[in-house]
């Protein structure tokens, strides 16, 4: 079912059946603008190195081994240093794990140039598999989000509670633009780009402050000691003081045969566990709680936080971290 969340501060209301054929109203709760903690005596996580389908695959992990786990799933041209706060306002609880995608951070590039949903999804359920994880608690962002969402569609045994940041993929809108377009023009701008981006070497900074200036560019909330630990965490430093990301520059092409609209609504809906769909009022994304997607879950709650963009996670930390903690308990 959609639950409704209260107290409620703004209202997005949707409809959704039922079980037992009631109209179902969910809602938006607008969380304000609040306070930020700070970096200082952050705990330093242990780190390994994950044989996944012929990679190594970068592990972060905070907390006691032996404390249910807690999984974090960055987002698209980040890395699992990213969660550095969160990992660390729930180490004393939980063993949180943070997996660098293939591609990312300080796991392999994959050989081929292939980042396709359905690799990061199998790469996912590798590193469950490989942990031997019991069913635990996951929080993902934007593509990390999307992977987690994408792989408890397939398996909704595996996770107690979800929470995804931004994560849905194309709003409604953009999925039927993608599904009227002609499927063979598409497949052939798709294989025009990869034989560019494959070929790609990666781009170089002078420096670090010239990377924090692009990072702050792509989100002007941010403050200085979040940026200098993100920008820390990207890049390798080369021996002529400039930096370079550690992200594969051969990502991003989106595939021409990503699964259907009504097989991403199926998988939504076979989600069992409890969901959070946390959104930032000022996101280019689409509030799933407006555009109909929520409706398609069995038991979600979206909560919109004012002040924030993509990156709700670090532009309204303490208030994320207070609503995930409630959410998880």
């Not at 003081?241 to 051969?250: E, I, L």
């Not at 609504?265 to 946390?278: F, G, K, N, S």
Request: glycine residues 8%; contains cysteine.
């Amino acid at each position: 079912m959609i639950i409704l969340s209260d107290p409620i501060l703004a209202i997005l209301p949707i409809g959704a059946m039922g079980g037992d054929g009631r109209i179902v109203i969910s809602a938006t709760r607008l969380y304000k603008s609040g306070c930020r903690p700070t970096a200082a005596g952050m705990i330093e996580p242990r780190t390994s190195k994950l044989a996944v389908r012929r990679l190594h695959l970068n592990i972060v992990e905070w907390g006691d081994p032996a404390a249910p786990p807690l999984i974090l799933q960055h987002g698209g041209r980040d890395h699992a240093r990213n969660w550095d706060w969160v990992a660390n306002a729930f180490a004393g609880e939980y063993r949180v794990i943070a997996p660098d995608m293939r591609g990312h951070g300080d796991s392999d590039w994959s050989n081929d140039g292939d980042y396709e949903m359905l690799d990061y999804v199998d790469d996912f359920a590798g590193i469950v598999s490989a942990l031997d994880l019991p069913p635990c608690a996951m929080i993902g962002h934007s593509l990390g989000a999307n992977i987690l969402t994408r792989y408890l569609g397939l398996y909704p045994e595996r996770a107690t509670r979800l929470i995804n940041i931004e994560g849905l993929g194309d709003s409604p809108e953009a999925a039927a633009r993608r599904a009227a377009a002609d499927p063979l023009e598409t497949m052939r701008t798709w294989i025009a780009r990869r034989a560019d981006v494959t070929t790609r070497q990666s781009r170089d900074f002078p420096d670090r402050a010239t990377l924090i200036a692009r990072l702050r560019k792509a989100d002007h909330r941010l403050d200085e000691e979040t940026l200098e630990h993100l920008a820390a965490h990207a890049a390798r430093s080369n021996p002529d003081g400039s930096v370079r990301p550690k992200h594969d520059p051969a990502m991003g092409t989106t595939s021409p045969v990503d699964i259907s609209q009504a097989t991403k609504e199926r998988m939504w809906a076979a989600i069992t566990c409890p969901v959070l769909l946390a959104y930032g009022a000022d996101s280019w994304a689409s509030n799933p709680a407006s555009d109909g997607r929520a409706a398609h879950f069995r038991d979600v709650r979206v909560e919109l936080f004012e002040g924030a963009g993509h990156w709700v996670h670090h532009d309204r930390r303490a208030d994320f971290i207070a609503v995930a903690r409630d959410f998880l308990r």
